[in-house]
């Protein structure tokens, strides 16, 4: 059962458009991560938020936790060809130190120069 | 963050033999895990690595299929055992600095095809 809904699964559109990836869930996670992956390459974070409600900006990209931590959304402003890749949410549960993660379902990006 | 390494980063395989995929790390850290990915997916948390003691397998995962070992802190392997067509995935790799915070750091990954 994959916890971690994304939408929307694939997304294509044009350079300088914005976008928003929605990632949804009925479990509270403690932690949130946003990863990208390019084709050949790991997933490679771009941000952990923590707390219900939090919002963190890395230069164009927005990512929000949702108040009750079951939700978060990414938004990307002025989209470059370079934020082509996969987007994945992963939610962790801290539980005695075992910092495990599920992940969502991803969100396959293509910009359009 | 740390810097990890796999070994292989691909490999093309027949059927019914094993491939040892080697993760290694620059720093000693207190988690390693081990995923599997397959075309066009998310990723599914294979197992926990853990020092010193036997892996911790997810569901739908068994240590005969995939035996793990992690010798140290800074490396582990996964053995693909009696393989399939479909095994063929890319395997990755993770660790968590054990921070606290569930945040993991990956590796390149190994992509496997077997035939």
């Known amino acids: 059962t994959q916890l971690l809904e994304q939408s929307p699964q694939f997304l294509s559109i044009q350079e300088g458009e914005n976008l928003t990836v929605y990632c949804n869930s009925s479990?509270?996670?403690?932690?949130l991560q946003w990863y990208r992956q390019e084709p050949g390459e790991g997933p490679v974070l771009l941000v952990t938020?923590?707390?219900?409600?939090e919002v963190k900006k890395l230069k164009r990209l927005t990512f929000q936790f949702g108040d009750a931590r079951k939700d978060s959304s990414l938004h990307i402003t002025a989209a470059q060809p370079g934020d082509t890749g996969l987007y994945l949410c992963?939610?962790?549960?801290?539980?005695?130190?075992?910092?495990?993660?599920?992940f969502g379902t991803g969100t396959r990006l293509t910009i359009i120069p | 963050s740390a810097v990890i390494s796999q070994k292989p980063s691909r490999d093309i395989c027949q059927r019914g033999t094993s491939l040892t995929i080697q993760c290694q790390v620059d720093?000693?850290?207190?988690?390693m895990f081990w995923y599997r990915q397959q075309p066009g997916q998310s990723l599914t948390l294979i197992a926990t690595?853990?020092?010193?003691?036997?892996?911790?397998?997810e569901s739908g995962f068994v240590i005969d299929k995939f035996p793990i070992s992690r010798p140290n802190l800074t490396f582990s392997t996964l053995t693909v055992s009696n393989m399939s067509p479909e095994d063929s995935s890319i395997y990755l790799c993770?660790?968590?600095?054990?921070?606290?915070?569930?945040?993991?750091?990956f590796g390149p990954g190994t992509r496997l095809l077997v035939l």
């Open positions: 993770s660790v968590g600095l054990g921070s606290g915070v569930e945040t993991q750091y």
């Open positions: 720093s000693q850290v207190t988690m």
């Open positions: 992963a939610g962790g549960r801290s539980n005695f130190g075992n910092e495990k993660l599920t």
């Open positions: 479990s509270v996670f403690s932690s």
């Open positions: 690595a853990n020092q010193g003691s036997e892996a911790t397998y």
């Open positions: 938020v923590v707390t219900g409600g």
